[in-house]
């Protein structure tokens, strides 16, 4: 089996100028970043694409959105296309994130809509899903991991599987401070690898899947640990480099074997 490289996923939502965003990149490098075993995706604003894409030029560290509309381009004032992200030098992009789906309501069928898009524009995308509070209270969890990945997949080729990354996120565990426990993140990343496995079996095994909701630097260390779990996308500890580098560096000191 392929050993899963782990990736740290910046999401910097609707926070930093791209002046800001570029003295962020400085102060990476300024502060030595180690990319050592790891893949590090800045998904920053729309403004901030070229600019932080451009600062990072000679580095490795990747650059995505964080949304996108699925047409090619079109009279659709206000937003952007995944033609715009790709030129603007982002190879990824987050895809069905909670605060997309809960604040601006987007459906599923949008979402699949645009994660085929997105692959056929060439970026890949970090598909993310997970329960609210109230699903998992009802015991949904897995039901509403299956309704929300299953269509994805139906679209999909094993080639387009292999270079997506999933992102586990519990709504309730995002920007609240109350990360998921280690037991309820090991289940959800199980049963995950099990739908993947079902409509693509020999992708499964290096399917990476990753965790996100109050990741912070004192709980990435135990998070990392937990089985199935191959990195993080992280909101708010990703705003300040401190912050995302001592996450980054919990990462690296986890030595896990593909399992
Ligand atoms: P958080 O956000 O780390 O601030 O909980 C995670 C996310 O929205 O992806």
């Known amino acids: ?31 030595g970043l180690d990319l050592e075993g790891v893949d590090i995706i800045l998904c920053v604003p729309y403004t901030s694409l070229l600019l932080i894409g451009e600062s990072l030029e000679n580095g490795e560290v990747e650059v995505g959105a964080q949304n996108m509309h699925w047409a090619h381009d079109g009279a659709y004032t ?23 789906r809960h604040i601006f309501g987007e459906m599923d069928e949008e979402i699949v809509r645009k994660i085929r898009s997105a692959l056929d ?7 993310c899903i997970g329960e609210t509070l109230q699903e998992r209270r009802n015991g949904e969890t897995l039901s509403v991991l299956r309704r929300q990945l299953g269509p994805v997949m139906e679209t999909l080729s094993h080639e387009d599987m292999d270079r997506a990354i999933v992102a586990y996120e519990p709504v309730w565990a995002i920007g609240t401070g109350v990360n998921a426990t280690p037991a309820q993140v090991q289940e959800a ?7 993947v496995a079902h409509r693509f079996p020999a992708v499964a095994g290096s399917q990476r899947i990753i965790y996100g909701g109050s990741v912070n630097p004192d709980n990435a260390g135990e998070l990392m640990e937990v089985e199935g779990v191959d990195g993080f996308l992280v909101g708010g500890a990703s705003l300040t480099v401190d912050s995302f580098i001592k996450i980054i560096r919990a990462v690296q000191a986890c030595h896990k074997n593909g399992t």
């Open 1 to 31: 089996m392929k050993q899963r490289r782990p990736v740290v996923a910046a999401n910097w939502k609707m926070y930093k100028t791209p002046q800001e965003g570029r003295a962020y990149v400085d102060e990476l490098g300024i502060k």
């Open 189 to 195: 990343h199980g049963n995950v690898r099990k739908l």
């Open 78 to 100: 206000g937003e952007i296309s995944p033609r715009m992200i790709k030129s603007s030098g982002a190879g990824w992009v987050i895809l069905g994130h909670s605060e997309r």
């Open 121 to 127: 524009h060439d970026l890949s995308p970090i598909i």
